[in-house]
């Protein structure tokens, strides 16, 4: 005979959130760590025993600091060979990607992530992700650059930069689609194509996948 836990109702920290494809999980948690709204979004990180930290952003289950492997995949899986070579994240404000790239000596990765309350959030309580590289908005081979990324990537269309990698790391549910487009698709795919614009004709662009059983 199997049994299943009771339901937890009522508890001071609601430790039920949804995934993507509509399932609730229930987590370990046990204590809130951070929780701040910020001029973008709701943010909290709640500690986790078995996962450690996990970032949440409007109710979305973004990253926990045993997630390691959702930045190796995001990165290439260890197949890529980033050294000497121009990356762009957007997104990414927990830090784990750029924190895994400067590892493997780049030539400059610059990272545009929206929402400083998501990076001072991370900073101090996402370590385990993020290492030292969110104490400061340039490094050696490193730039931060807190603003909306459409605005950078046609600016950067403009003037003709490129990047060998794009990796888009933006939440899974746009924070805003307006005044661009209308719609959550038209904003992906303006994303889409301003980013083929600013990378080289051998660049390569890495994002994340919707589960198989995501209905559409």
């Not at 500690?47 to 409007?58: A, D, E, P, R, T």
């Not at 929402?115 to 050696?140: E, F, P, S, Y």
Request: glycine letters at 8%; proline letters at 3%.
């Amino acid at each position: 005979l199997h049994r299943l836990p009771a339901v937890v109702r009522g508890a001071n920290i609601d430790r039920y959130w949804p995934t993507a494809d509509g399932r609730l999980v229930e987590y370990d948690i046990d204590e809130v760590v951070y929780s701040k709204d910020s001029p973008y979004q709701n943010i909290n990180i709640l500690h986790s025993k078995q996962f450690g930290n996990i970032l949440i952003l409007n109710g979305d289950v973004n990253l926990a600091e045993s997630d390691i492997a959702y930045t190796h995949a995001i990165m290439g899986s260890g197949k890529e060979d980033y050294y000497g070579k121009e990356v762009l994240i957007l997104g990414g404000g927990d830090g784990g990607i750029l924190f895994e790239l400067v590892k493997l000596k780049p030539k400059m990765v610059t990272m545009v992530e929206i929402d400083q309350m998501v990076i001072d959030g991370c900073r101090k309580h996402m370590r385990k992700t993020c290492g030292d590289v969110l104490d400061n908005l340039k490094g050696d081979c490193y730039e931060i650059l807190v603003e909306d990324c459409i605005p950078v990537l046609k600016m950067y269309a403009k003037e003709g930069r490129m990047f060998d990698y794009v990796i888009n790391d933006l939440t899974a549910v746009p924070i805003s689609t307006s005044p661009e487009e209308d719609s959550t698709w038209e904003f992906l795919r303006l994303i889409l194509d301003l980013s083929m614009k600013v990378l080289k004709q051998d660049g390569k662009y890495f994002t994340q996948v919707n589960k198989q059983n995501l209905s559409t």
